[in-house]
């Protein structure tokens, strides 16, 4: 497959669009292999809601329990890839100053934000409202064609949430400072869904809108040393199976039931 | 190995005799039925460290199903046991466990698939049987249901013990299970039912040596 990029890769670092999302808002883009989406907390506490699909298999998406089993993590940082459930990676996690990134406490809902911080309408607020985590995910899905069986538990980047011995949830408070960004460079073509509410366990007393810039960077090319791929031998054999992807031909897992 | 966190146990007063509905289902294979509101359900791990993976749909619009992020979330706890309220992608309550000789069952593992085999353990083992290819004949086999590969998702591993460290971490330790532990669960709704007793042979949890569970349904 021929790639019209080729003749005009521009180097690796260019910062190609920046951009910022403001608080309590959603978005979506595709993002193409060998690009970085950096995102960046500007004033520290953001969080952002993300999903990932194959733009040329839906069905293909992030999977969570993948991405933590496979890497014997409940975390997110900077070594840790993020899987589809067809044994391939979206992205790596390149850099990271946070630390510490969720996926398992899913997102706000518009009653959840109404018995924490009050109910605020777009007719009385406009876009100062009490937006919510799960509808912005289900507008932006269905511009895809997409609805609430297609989401999956998604990522909260910026917050962090761990677990005692007994298993209870603690909200980790100043997980992200301001400026803190992580970097995700994308192993595939990836459509990605994002949005800005806040994590549905921040115990903030006012609802919290947190700005997060966003650039996409050229990557450079991902040679055998990388730091994600060697990570743990579970990232080799995930890259292994993009690889294979690449050649076009048949899908990693496909040999017996295709 | 030494089970050092303390671990809630309840029996149930409910008599497998009396049970309306009895069926045994074999490791690498699956149960798909409706389990009615107000009935009362068990999986019993017959010959123990079995893990049944499970997923839960509302019977009459399937889109509303079982939640693992939303059940984490509104319990405050990764793990799942008596008192534990399974939650739905809409936030309503689809089951409660009301009986739990096991003590803690994982949400987070997910299940098996050929294609996460090829990263854990090795891509030549891509072939092998695994839980979701279970899922996946599972809905070819009953189109009454109206689901695809969407509907398949983050689903609850009844018997598998994966504690979470505070530092952060995802541990696949021994099971906690054994020969005739069982968790038993109350509907809320009319709910479809879908397990996929675990084919996997390369895990420790269940001793390389998947084995039946059975399914008994009371009203």
């Known amino acids: ?258 | 190995m030494l089970l050092e966190v303390v671990v809630m146990i309840k029996e149930s007063a409910l008599i497998a005799d009396n049970a309306s509905y009895r069926e045994t289902v074999p490791a690498g294979d699956y149960f798909m039925k409706v389990v009615k509101k107000g009935q009362t359900f068990r999986i019993l791990d017959i010959e123990g460290n079995q893990a049944a993976d499970t997923l839960f749909y509302n019977a009459d619009n399937p889109v509303e199903r079982y939640s693992a992020v939303d059940t984490i979330r509104e319990q405050g706890n990764v793990y799942l046991s008596t008192g534990t309220k399974l939650l739905s992608n809409e936030s309503n309550v689809m089951l409660e466990i009301v009986a739990d000789t096991c003590g803690r069952h994982d949400t987070i593992g997910g299940a098996c698939a050929t294609e996460s085999n090829t990263v854990r353990y090795a891509l030549e083992k891509k072939c092998m049987h695994a839980c979701r290819d279970s899922w996946m004949l599972a809905i070819a086999e009953n189109e009454q249901f109206g689901m695809t590969k969407a509907d398949i998702t983050h689903n609850i591993n009844f018997f598998m013990n994966v504690p979470v460290t505070e530092d952060g971490g995802l541990t696949f330790e021994d099971g906690i299970s054994a020969p005739g532990k069982y968790v038993e669960m109350k509907a809320y709704m009319d709910t479809i039912v879908l397990i996929s007793n675990c084919p996997q042979l390369n895990n420790p949890c269940n001793g390389y040596n998947p084995t039946p569970v059975e399914v008994l349904v009371w009203d």
């Open chain 1, 1 to 258: 497959m021929t790639k019209p990029s080729d003749l005009t890769t521009p180097e690796p670092g260019t910062v190609l669009y920046e951009d910022t999302l403001a608080p309590a808002c959603h978005w979506s883009l595709r993002m193409r292999k060998g690009t970085i989406l950096r995102l960046i907390d500007n004033e520290g506490g953001a969080n952002v809601g993300m999903l990932f699909y194959n733009p040329d298999n839906l069905l293909e998406r992030y999977n969570a329990p993948d991405t933590l089993k496979c890497q014997h993590t409940f975390k997110l940082t900077k070594g840790n890839c993020l899987y589809s459930d067809m044994g391939r990676i979206f992205c790596s996690i390149v850099d990271d100053t946070a630390g510490w990134h969720e996926t398992v406490c899913g997102n706000t809902t518009k009653q959840g934000v109404a018995d924490k911080w009050g109910e605020r309408n777009y007719q009385e607020y406009r876009n100062e409202w009490n937006q919510n985590g799960y509808n912005s995910f289900l507008v932006e899905l269905a511009k895809y064609g997409l609805g609430k069986k297609d989401m999956a538990a998604n990522l909260n980047l910026f917050s962090a949430v761990g677990a005692d011995e007994n298993g209870d949830l603690e909200y980790k408070q100043n997980n992200s400072k301001a400026g803190d960004s992580i970097s995700l460079r994308f192993e595939m073509d990836t459509l990605v869904l994002l949005h800005t509410c806040p994590h549905p366990l921040n115990p903030a007393a006012e609802y919290p809108r947190k700005p997060v810039n966003y650039q996409i960077i050229q990557a450079a090319d991902v040679d055998e040393n990388d730091y994600c791929m060697n990570f743990r031998d579970e990232n080799k054999r995930g890259f292994k199976n993009n690889e294979i992807f690449h050649l076009g031909g048949h899908a990693a897992g496909g040999c017996c039931h295709d």
